[in-house]
Structures are given as C-alpha cells and as structure tokens.
Nanobody
Framework: QVQLVESGGGLVQPGGSLRLSCVGS????????LGWYRQAPGKQRELVAI???????NYGDSVKGRFSISRDNAKNTVYLQMNSLKADDTAVYYC?????????????WGQGTQVTVSS
C-alpha cells in the first residue's frame, strides 16, 4: 500500500521560512514525478512545484524565486523549502507522486499539511 506523509507545516510570520517534507512508503520515488500542490479555502488546488524523475523542475508563478523543491531518492523523500512567506501562501500543502507507463497511470497524494502565514 502506497502512503505519502507530509510534515513540517505550521504557523509562521510573514517573511519567515518553512521546510516541508514528504516521505513515501510502498513506492519507489526515483521513478516518479514528484510535486507539491496547495489549496487555500475557497480556491482550487494549484501547482506549487514539480520535479520530474529526470530532475526537471517547474514552479507555479506565485512562488518562483521563493520556493525550492528537492528530492532525496535514497530516503524516498521530497522537500519544499519555502522562503519569504506571505499571507497568500496560507493553504494546505499536498505532496504528489505521479507516473505513467504504457497502460496505466499512477497518481498518489498525501493527506496534506497546513501552512499558515500570519503575524
């Protein structure tokens, strides 16, 4: 059974930093695209950052230059370093692992971790 477990969320003041972690079990991270998404109250889930299994990285426009995604395949872990946090970054952050082979797609989500940016 595949599980993705996020941690590292919490309350932080504007301008502060947090690092989120997502640990996978029952899954081999090295063959998956890994990503972080977020959903704020009343809004749709949006892309924060994704890293392909080949190392290509893309960021959502609102976090470019402030957030950084990285992975440690040996630890089956993906990270999201968040700097210069703003109130608009307040959301539940979800980890995602995604891949497709010839016949089937695989798409897994964590349960989410709350990030609140407030003074």
């Amino acid at each position: 059974q595949v599980q993705l477990v996020e941690s590292g969320g919490g309350l932080v003041q504007p301008g502060g930093s947090l690092r989120l972690s997502c640990v996978g079990s029952g899954i081999i991270f090295s063959i998956y695209q890994l990503g972080w998404y977020r959903q704020a109250p009343g809004k749709q889930r949006e892309l924060v950052a994704i890293e392909s299994r080949g190392g290509s990285i893309n960021y959502g426009d609102s976090v470019k230059g402030r957030f950084s995604i990285s992975r440690d395949n040996a630890k089956n872990t993906v990270y999201l370093q968040m700097n210069s946090l703003k109130a608009d970054d307040t959301a539940v952050y979800y980890c995602n692992a995604n891949r497709r082979d010839l016949n089937k797609g695989y798409d897994y989500w964590g349960q989410g971790t709350q990030v609140t940016v407030s003074s």
